[in-house]
């Protein structure tokens, strides 16, 4: 599990050094998106241009304290035929970069919804651990690199579990790494991991006296799933803990054979 990890964090290092470099990438597959959608159009001789001003407001005495319950942000999720029938009127005014917005407003939504729907599909309990689900959490981007991720944590007195849902470009690489039986070399060499299967899906378990337990299950292509366990007692409770999720669905929802 760890060399997931270090996998992950070294291509997030490789991300923050090549600022420009990603940029120009995620601008083309932007554009790639909306060629795809739209046909014909030229991103990158109509964009329009728009300056910001970062200029903060001057501060002032008698300016009062912001009250605690007092306004937020809307956070309601936009309709994505709405969000399609912008991107399609936006390009017909040749307002190319909104036509994008659009689309990438589209793919949020669908993606919050997916995210959505295996939340409520996960159990309410998990070997007596109860849902805490006022921690869960969903992150979508419309970049295909950074994708989706939906969280849940279960806990009971000092024992505390975790599922988190992976599906982007990132997760197909680490699926490659356990797929492809990298880790059976690695076995040899590091005795607190090794191959499993759960629930006929393969995967790597590893452990550490720090951390605890953690459970990495391949799902096809582009998903994976982390369950991490803090104070369970043995290897046979914590595979059983990684066996109470419904996998299939989770594949199901997210196109995976």
């Avoid at 759960?198 to 337990?213: K, M, P, R, T």
């Avoid at 299950?217 to 366990?229: C, D, H, I, K, N």
Wanted: hydrophobic residues 35%; without cysteine; negative net charge.
């Amino acid at each position: 599990m760890r060399h997931i990890i270090a996998l992950i964090a070294l291509t997030f290092a490789f991300t923050q050094i090549e600022a420009q470099a990603w940029k120009k990438l995620k601008e083309k597959i932007e554009d790639e998106v909306v060629e795809s959608v739209l046909p014909g159009s030229d991103t990158k001789n109509n964009q329009s241009n728009e300056t910001y001003n970062n200029q903060s407001s001057p501060s002032s005495a008698d300016r009062p304290a912001q009250k605690s319950g007092m306004g937020g942000l809307d956070h309601t999720a936009k309709d994505v035929t709405a969000s399609l029938d912008a991107a399609s009127g936006a390009f017909s005014s040749k307002n190319y970069k909104s036509a994008r917005t659009s689309l990438r407003e589209a793919i949020y939504t669908v993606d919050m919804e997916i995210g959505q729907r295996i939340l409520n599909h996960l159990p309410s309990q998990v070997e007596g651990l109860s849902a805490q689900e006022s921690n869960d959490q969903i992150e979508a981007y419309s970049s295909s690199w950074s994708g989706l991720s939906v969280k849940r944590e279960y806990q009971q007195g000092d024992q505390w579990v975790g599922i988190t849902v992976f599906n982007s470009s990132f997760a197909g690489m680490a699926n490659t790494a356990i797929q492809s039986g990298m880790y059976n070399s690695y076995n040899k060499q590091d005795e607190n991991q090794k191959s499993v299967q759960v629930n006929q899906n393969q995967a790597v378990i590893s452990f550490s006296e720090s951390s605890g337990y953690q459970v990495n299950v391949s799902l096809g292509q582009e998903t994976f799933v982390l369950v991490e366990g803090v104070n369970i007692v043995s290897e046979a409770g914590m595979m059983e803990i990684a066996e109470s999720f419904d996998y299939n669905f989770i594949k199901d929802i997210l196109g995976e054979q």
